[in-house]
Nanobody
Framework: DVQLQASGGGLVQTGGSLRLSCATS????????IGWFRQAPGKGREGVSC????????FYADSVKGRFTISKDNAKNTVYLQMDSLKPEDTAVYSC?????????????????WGQGTLVTVSS
């Protein structure tokens, strides 16, 4: 079974940092694009960042560029999202997902496999 498990959310003050993890299993890691999405209360889903495991290329939404860093650990089949200089507007449920092909900007419909969300709350 394909599985994605997101973790690492929590409560942090403005300017703080968190690292989210997306542990994957059940598929060939290098064949997939792993994306991070977020959904804030009352708002639509936003594609935040993605990593193409085949060539390690990365993409970021303008809203997080320069503050968030996506990376992977091939040995653990895990993708990380390091979030620095967090702002209250980063508060959202963050989810990771897997897709066979990369289309930027990210479209949730392209991602066939999803993990459960992890809540990030940034206090002002």
């Amino acid at each position: 079974d394909v599985q994605l498990q997101a973790s690492g959310g929590g409560l942090v003050q403005t300017g703080g940092s968190l690292r989210l993890s997306c542990a994957t299993s059940g598929f060939t890691f290098d064949d997939y694009v792993i994306g991070w999405f977020r959904q804030a209360p009352g708002k639509g889903r936003e594609g935040v960042s993605c990593l193409d495991s085949s060539d390690s290329s990365t993409f970021y939404a303008d809203s997080v560029k320069g503050r968030f860093t996506i990376s992977k650990d091939n040995a653990k089949n895990t993708v990380y999202l390091q979030m620095d200089s967090l702002k209250p507007e980063d508060t959202a449920v963050y989810s990771c997902a897997a897709a066979r092909f990369l289309v930027w900007p990210l479209r949730a419909a392209d991602f066939g496999y999803w993990g459960q969300g992890t809540l990030v709350t940034v206090s002002s």
